[in-house]
């Protein structure tokens, strides 16, 4: 089996899928205040994620994650995942808001898709309202709760702003013991829209645990060498997880390429440059996967400009 290695040693296996820049919801730490996103015609064409996801999939990467933007507003999103699920990938996971899901989810669940992270920065109406632009909760929540039922392997991404959804820390925490479902906190990071904010907003994992250690005892979990978070089990039941890119950095131990939602392969959450691989045959793909890789950092980049929304997260 080919593998990729990095110039770093690092073994790439994962890959992060952009399938559009566009969103239904307005997250205070993603999305620019006037955003301009990629007219359909600019994005990548569904046989060519197919056809580069096969290639890819020779070389190694036997982990998937879709995301965007909103990856479900891709009207041809299902036949996407049903293409990416005749794959013999390892994992096909997606990163999704949660908002119309009723009719999705059970098509979902006859995919091999098996692992749903929804984005639910908070549990009360006008404290979600706040944070994605979107009076939806009701509905996001009702997707989490199916997605369970249907035996998705289920998380929730919250990223914590001090001063805006700092306070419901606990909250979550109780949420995951009661319903079994696993917290990830994720710091916020300076990437576009957030970087202004950032002083202002964040708040460390080390802050966080501290507050968490004030209810109960956090019991750590060993982790793959190179997952993002750092877990721990609570005594209520409750999976925490702490997604500390600001504060302590993953770089080391990254095995991950991004494909943007225009087919550009990039190395990193928090590097622009890119090389399009659509169109391209399977050498040339090779050899742009080789020039990717040797972009990947070694340390944690302090900033970039570009939203969050653009690079897919
Ligand atoms: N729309 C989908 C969603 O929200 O799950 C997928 C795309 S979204 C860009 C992917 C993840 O990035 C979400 O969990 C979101 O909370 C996170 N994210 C966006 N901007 C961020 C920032 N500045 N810092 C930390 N996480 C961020
Ligand atoms: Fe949309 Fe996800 Fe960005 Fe929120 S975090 S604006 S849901 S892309």
Same mark, same amino acid.
């Given at each position: ?24 919801? %307005? ?14 015609? =600019? ?82 109406? /006008? ?27 289920? =998380? ?5 702003? =001090? ?74 039941? /409750?999976?925490?997880?702490?997604? /500390? ?45 080789? =020039? ?7 340390? %944690? ?13």
């Amino acid at each position: 089996m080919n593998k990729l290695i990095d110039p770093q040693g690092r073994h790439i296996h994962k890959l992060r899928l952009a399938l559009l820049d566009a969103c239904n919801f %307005r997250c205070v730490y993603c999305m620019p205040k006037n955003p301009k996103f990629l007219p359909n015609e =600019k994005l990548i064409p569904r046989d060519e994620i197919f056809r580069i996801s096969q290639i890819l999939l020779g070389y190694g990467i036997d982990e998937i994650r879709i995301t965007g933007g909103e990856p479900t507003l891709r009207t041809d999103f299902l036949d996407i995942v049903r293409d990416l699920s005749s794959l013999n990938l390892k994992k096909l996971g997606l990163t999704t808001n949660g908002l119309h899901f009723e009719k999705i989810l059970p098509e979902l669940s006859k995919t091999n898709l098996s692992n749903i992270n929804f984005s639910l920065d908070s549990l009360n109406k /006008a404290g979600f309202e706040a944070m994605t632009g979107s009076p939806h909760l009701k509905k996001v929540l009702e997707s989490v709760f199916m997605a369970k039922e249907l035996g998705f392997n289920v =998380k929730l991404n919250v990223v914590l702003m =001090k001063g805006i959804n700092s306070r419901e820390i606990l909250d979550f925490v109780e949420f995951s013991g009661k319903y079994e479902i696993e917290v990830r906190f994720l710091e916020l990071m300076r990437i576009g829209e957030a970087r202004e904010s950032f002083e202002r907003h964040f708040i460390s994992a080390e802050e966080v645990i501290k507050e968490i250690e004030t209810l109960s005892q956090l019991k750590p979990v060993e982790r793959p060498i190179d997952s993002t978070s750092f877990n721990y089990h609570l005594d209520n039941g /409750a999976q925490i997880g702490f997604i /500390a890119s600001e504060s302590r950095p993953f770089c080391g131990g990254c095995s991950r390429l991004r494909l943007s939602a225009d087919g550009q392969i990039r190395p990193c959450l928090m590097k622009s440059e890119g090389f399009s691989l659509i169109n391209k045959n399977e050498e040339e793909i090779l050899e742009l996967l080789h =020039k990717t890789m040797a972009l990947k950092p070694i340390d %944690r980049i302090y900033d970039v400009s570009q939203p969050m929304n653009q690079i897919g997260g």
